[in-house]
């Protein structure tokens, strides 16, 4: 069993960046893929960013493309998602998820693993 934990969200201004964290326990973290994936009110779950076990390679969705970076850090057992330029469309809970494999990484349903959720808001 993983238990994941998301840090990092905030209030911030349109035009500014965050920096959010995802702490693991419990597994192996290092044999999951991770993604980030955000719901704003009123609206479906999305994908944001994922990112294989090793982090030797990274997708995202077109949305965020060019301004958020996903990394993990193995040794802390940590995935970050790195977010610049935010928008005031940016503004949702933000959670991160694990999966065993990379395979239809915005989907998801497919990923056996969910934190609790940090929020994030960008004002205009």
């Known amino acids: 069993q993983v238990q994941l934990v998301e840090s990092g969200g905030g209030l911030v201004q349109a035009g500014d960046s965050l920096r959010l964290s995802c702490a693991a326990s419990?597994?192996?973290?290092?044999?999951?893929?991770m993604g980030w994936f955000r719901q704003a009110p009123g609206k479906e779950r999305e994908f944001v960013a994922a990112?294989?076990?090793?982090?030797?390679?990274?997708y995202y969705a077109d949305s965020v493309k060019g301004r958020f970076t996903i990394s993990r850090d193995n040794a802390k057992n940590t995935v970050y998602l790195q977010m610049n330029s935010l928008k005031p469309e940016d503004t949702a809970v933000y959670y991160c998820?694990?999966?065993?494999?990379?395979?239809?990484?915005?989907?998801?349903?497919?990923?056996?693993?969910w934190g609790q959720g940090t929020q994030v808001t960008v004002s205009s």
């Open positions: 990112i294989t076990w090793r982090g030797g390679s990274a």
């Open positions: 998820a694990a999966k065993r494999t990379l395979a239809n990484y915005g989907v998801g349903q497919l990923y056996d693993y």
């Open positions: 419990g597994g192996t973290f290092s044999s999951y893929a």
